[in-house]
């Protein structure tokens, strides 16, 4: 029985629409590390969101619960398919409380609930002071499919560009206030993702978590309570 961290204010956008040109067209969200599919293995790490949603082709198996849409038109690119996340997302009405989003590539293989926390922690630790948190690699560069966001900070970034199709995640975030998380942890970088063949064999040859069944998810609700880390 694995402990289980809850946010229930966080949804979790996973965006799943890539053409995998450097994997030969193959759906790459669908790819295996370690007999697992990317995709299974980024929502087992989500799990503990308050809402999921995949953007990108419809899919059989998902979940129960998660929620998909389509970015317009197919493969408009990342910012379209959060925009198109976002139609999904009710806006936080006052009193709420704090209404988080995070944006993730579907072809995380390392990413756990962990990691996901320390984003999480990094957001509501700031007290109103940062707009989100990514995860930034030993160059120092930002890894912007692996964040959490104040929801309202993310819409105003989405907003400011129009017509978000062909836009870069990049153009999102200018002008937002970036916490700059370094990931310090053993254990492979939870924000290393797969382009290609060489990257699904090094990924499938790192220590990889144990991604749990739904109904091994389910069951554990009874001990949630007292083994859940919450905002």
Same mark, same amino acid.
């Given at each position: 029985m694995r402990a289980v961290s809850t946010w229930p204010g966080l949804t979790a956008v996973i965006l799943a629409g890539g053409g995998g040109t450097r994997l030969g067209g193959r759906d790459k969200p669908m790819l295996a590390v370690a007999g697992v599919p990317m995709?299974?293995?980024?929502? /087992?790490?989500?799990? #503990?969101?308050?809402?999921?949603?995949?953007? #990108?082709?419809?899919?059989?198996?998902?979940?129960?619960?998660?929620?998909t849409v389509r970015e317009e038109p197919?493969? /408009?690119?990342?910012? /379209?398919?959060?925009?198109?996340?976002?139609?999904?997302?009710?806006? &936080?009405?006052?009193? &709420? #409380?704090?209404?988080?989003?995070g944006v993730f590539a579907a072809d995380l293989?390392?990413?756990?609930?962990?990691?996901?926390?320390?984003?999480? #922690?990094?957001?509501?630790?700031?007290?109103?002071?940062?707009?989100?948190?990514?995860?930034?690699? &030993?160059?120092?560069?930002?890894?912007?499919?692996?964040?959490?966001?104040?929801?309202d900070a993310l819409r105003r970034g989405v907003e400011r560009l129009g017509d978000p199709v062909g836009r870069s995640m990049r153009a999102v975030f200018d002008g937002l206030v970036v916490a700059e998380v370094r990931w310090e942890q053993d254990g492979p970088s939870p924000y290393f993702d797969c382009d290609t063949d060489e990257d699904l064999t090094r990924a499938s040859g790192a220590g990889q978590p144990a991604v749990p069944a739904e109904s091994a998810v389910q069951a554990e609700s009874a001990v949630q309570a007292e083994q859940r880390v919450e905002w």
């Open positions: 995709l299974d293995r980024v929502l /087992a790490a989500l799990d #503990g969101a308050g809402r999921r949603i995949v953007v #990108g082709p419809a899919r059989a198996g998902l979940p129960a619960g998660v929620l197919a493969g /408009a690119g990342p910012a /379209a398919a959060t925009a198109a996340a976002l139609t999904l997302i009710p806006g &936080e009405a006052p009193g &709420e #409380g704090l209404d988080l989003v293989p390392h990413l756990t609930a962990a990691a996901v926390q320390v984003l999480v #922690g990094a957001v509501v630790g700031a007290a109103g002071r940062v707009d989100g948190a990514v995860f930034v690699d &030993e160059r120092g560069k930002r890894q912007l499919l692996c964040g959490v966001w104040r929801g």
